[in-house]
Nanobody, 118 residues
């Protein structure tokens, strides 16, 4: 059974940093695209960043460019999202996802809440 388990969310103040982690129980983890999505109340889910098997990561969401970084450790089946200079508008549930294609994610975690107070 495939499981993606996120951790690292919480309540922080604007300007703080957080690092989210996602451990995936995937065979051949390194073959998967990994991504972080987020969904704020009343808003559509958006892809925040994605990373290829090689470790080449891309931040997709314009509001977080220059503040967030995605990385992965294939030896630990783990993907990270480093979030710096957090803003109130970053408040959302953050989800980890894995897919065999860049725009097709087959497996999802349960989400971790990030709340940024201003």
């Amino acid at each position: 059974q495939v499981r993606l388990v996120e951790s690292g969310g919480g309540l922080v103040q604007a300007g703080d940093s957080l690092r989210l982690s996602c451990v995936a129980s995937l065979l051949n983890f390194r073959r998967y695209y990994m991504a972080w999505f987020r969904q704020a109340p009343g808003k559509e889910r958006e892809r925040v960043a994605h990373i290829m098997w090689s470790g080449s990561g891309t931040v997709d969401a314009d509001p977080v460019k220059g503040r967030f970084t995605i990385s992965r450790d294939n030896a630990r089946n783990t993907v990270y999202l480093q979030m710096n200079r957090l803003k109130a508008e970053d408040t959302a549930v953050y989800y980890c996802a894995a897919g065999s294609e860049l725009n097709a994610y087959n497996f999802w975690g349960q989400g971790t809440q990030v709340t940024v107070s201003s």
